[in-house]
């Protein structure tokens, strides 16, 4: 391990970007700590001990929401701007022509869009967030009777560290190692875990059961980090077949290849979009009942129709399941096209043994596609359902799985192949084994 740690900063540019990256990491996680003014950081603290919905977005955010610093949107609009552009570009013909045809052009284009799309977003969640934090009485007395002024405050300085925290990915990604955006993410979800093993050490010390239980939990966390990342790299690989052809005096074709059709070809976007539409029932309907009177019947049935959308209970764990299930079929349909898949192939004389080109393969492809997002859909259930079963049955004190774990087994797995690839493209080793 010490000679491959040793790999890496003996390659000049690799060390750079790699010192370039934590600096930026280092400046993101100083940002998260610089407050916005009006806050009662109290009742601020009180209104995420319940978790939820706050406890899912500051996930996000690196505890920024949670310290209402300058951060406290975090990634999040950028995020749903992305999913946003892409859902687009297959809706919105113009779209789908700049992104398919338009090349480098294109593409810095599809990017400038976006950008405004997270401004534009940003505003309207800084604005949100404000009335939000006046609702739940958790401003200062001073900011209070003068909510106009928190608000332009709030609004402008949030709407610009989300600009900000999306220029320092875009140049993370450009100087630096991995995907900027995911790896302000992952740093985020990674700094929670030193306080989560403290909270864990400290709700079990007392106990006669310490060391079985810590060591049950180690043994579940490794089972449950093995597991997604053997589904997260699986993949189905369908083999290919060029025709050789004689274009003037050159001979194109002739070799095998294969088309790789990932299990979990969604990500973690079924989730995200799952978990935002499951958010909204609960906030408003908390909502109306701050203005309902407590010993109606009225107020009674919401009370009871709220606890149906609280994460522990078996409503809405089922429907998150079938949420997510829903909305892995309908991502994974929008980013994959058999129809293109075969026309490509076809064009350049392509096929899939045993199989006739043309509509015959769009619909094997298809077929198999259909049997392999089907599992990659019960995974993502099942690990978005673990934080919830591990914290209500197990009592483990702290958040593990879910979103957040699919991320940072993405990230993780990401930026060491684009590390592997810049030593493999200097003749390092590095992390690759020796081939015997």
Do not use: C
């Amino acid at each position: 391990m010490i000679k491959k740690v040793q790999n890496i900063f003996n390659i000049p540019e690799l060390k750079n970007r790699l010192l370039f990256t934590l600096a930026m990491i280092a400046v993101f996680r100083l940002g998260t700590h610089i407050p916005v003014p009006g806050v009662d950081p109290s009742k601020l603290s009180q209104l995420f001990s319940g978790g939820g919905i706050f406890g899912f977005l500051d996930m996000f955010s690196g505890g920024a929401l949670k310290r209402f610093s300058i951060f406290a949107l975090g990634i999040a609009p950028y995020i749903n701007a992305s999913i946003i552009m892409q859902l687009l570009i297959y809706v919105i013909p113009q779209l789908e022509a700049i992104a398919k045809e338009g090349g480098e052009e294109g593409k810095q284009k599809i990017s400038q869009y976006t950008r405004y799309g997270t401004v534009v977003i940003g505003t309207l969640q800084a604005i949100g967030m404000s009335f939000l934090l006046r609702n739940y009485n958790v401003l200062l007395p001073s900011m209070a009777n003068k909510f106009a002024l928190f608000a332009v405050i709030s609004v402008l300085t949030l709407t610009a560290g989300t600009a900000f925290i999306m220029w320092l990915g875009e140049k993370m990604t450009e100087k630096g190692i991995g995907n900027g955006i995911s790896i302000l993410i992952f740093s985020g979800i990674v700094s929670r875990m030193p306080s989560a093993v403290v909270q864990t050490i400290k709700s079990y010390k007392d106990s006669s059961l310490f060391a079985p239980v810590l060591i049950l939990i180690i043994a579940v966390a490794v089972a449950i980090v093995a597991f997604v990342v053997i589904i997260t790299e699986g993949q189905r690989k369908i083999p290919v077949q060029y025709a050789k052809r004689v274009v003037g005096r050159r001979v194109y074709g002739g070799h095998s290849t294969y088309i790789p059709l990932r299990i979990n070809q969604a990500g973690v976007i079924p989730i995200i979009f799952a978990s935002s539409i499951l958010i909204f029932p609960g906030m408003v309907l908390e909502m109306i009942m701050k203005n309902l009177d407590s010993g109606t019947k009225l107020y009674s049935i919401m009370s009871t129709v709220v606890l149906w959308f609280r994460p522990s209970h078996p409503f809405h764990m089922a429907l998150f399941a079938l949420f997510i299930v829903g909305f892995t079929y309908f991502y994974t349909a929008m980013v994959m096209n058999p129809k293109d898949l075969a026309d490509n192939m076809k064009k350049y004389g392509g096929f899939i043994p045993g199989i006739r080109a043309g509509r015959w393969t769009a619909e094997f492809i298809d077929r198999v596609m259909v049997r392999i997002t089907l599992a990659g859909a019960i995974f993502l259930a099942i690990i978005a359902l673990v934080p919830t079963i591990l914290i209500n049955v197990f009592h483990i004190p702290f958040y593990f799985g879910g979103t957040a774990l699919l991320i940072v087994v993405g990230v993780a797995s990401d930026t060491m192949k684009q590390m592997e690839a810049h030593m493999l493209t200097r003749h390092y080793e590095g992390f690759l084994k020796k081939s015997k």
